[in-house]
């Protein structure tokens, strides 16, 4: 089992940067996958990115791609998502979220932190 707490949300100019990290909790951190998804009001939970076990691999949706970074320490059971350029659109709740083998799909993803909200203002 893993637990999962997202943090670094807020509120934003666009432009801006944020870091959110994901703290989770157990000695398994490191052979699980991490993502990070976002959702809008009012719209479905959509892929952001994710990274493999070792951080060798990641995977980004084209909508942030050149502009976020997922990278993640596995001494510190924690995964980030550097946000740079931030634009109105990007404003969403983001979760991170654990699998068992690095995946888009959200349906493959067992364990879920509560979201952190993150607001970009014009």
Not at 92 to 120: D, E, F
Request: hydrophobic share 35%; net charge positive; proline share 2%.
């Amino acid at each position: 089992q893993v637990q999962l707490v997202e943090s670094g949300g807020g509120l934003v100019q666009a432009g801006g940067s944020l870091r959110l990290s994901c703290a989770a909790s157990g000695r398994t951190f490191s052979s699980y996958a991490m993502g990070w998804f976002r959702q809008a009001p009012g719209k479905e939970r959509d892929f952001v990115a994710t990274i493999n076990w070792s951080g060798g691999t990641t995977v980004y949706a084209g909508s942030v791609k050149g502009r976020f970074t997922i990278s993640r320490d596995n001494t510190e059971n924690t995964v980030y998502l550097q946000m740079n350029s931030l634009k109105p659109e990007d404003t969403a709740v983001y979760y991170c979220a654990a699998a068992s083998g690095i995946s888009t799909q959200k349906r493959l993803y067992n364990y879920w932190g509560p979201g952190t909200q993150v607001t970009v203002s014009s």
